[in-house]
């Protein structure tokens, strides 16, 4: 069978890629956003839209490097929050 995977790929948490996934996805996704809106720069802009690259980085952990731009602080924090493991990963309402 064939894996089925539809969306965005920058902004696809890795439980994502695996099928076996809830909410906390969408807690991934918008930590991207808030990272995009802050450093300006779409999330994996390094892999210049490449989809495997992405997904490459994405399963071995590896955070977007537009992260380096944000000034550690309250705002950096909120950001890795959301992109703790699944397990790990806060709830909107604790976030």
Not at 47 to 74: E, W, Y
Request: net charge negative.
């Amino acid at each position: 069978s064939q894996m089925s995977v539809i969306g965005t790929p920058e902004y696809m948490a890795p439980e994502y890629y695996t099928e076996t996934y809830n909410q906390a996805v969408d807690i991934w996704a918008f930590g991207l956003v808030v990272l995009e809106m802050v450093s300006n720069k779409v999330p994996y802009h390094e892999c210049n839209g490449a989809a495997a690259q992405i997904f490459l980085k994405v399963s071995r952990g590896a955070l977007p490097t537009a992260l380096n731009d944000i000034k550690s602080g309250p705002c950096k924090d909120f950001i890795i929050a959301c992109l703790l493991p699944a397990e790990q990963r806060p709830s909107a309402t604790q976030l």
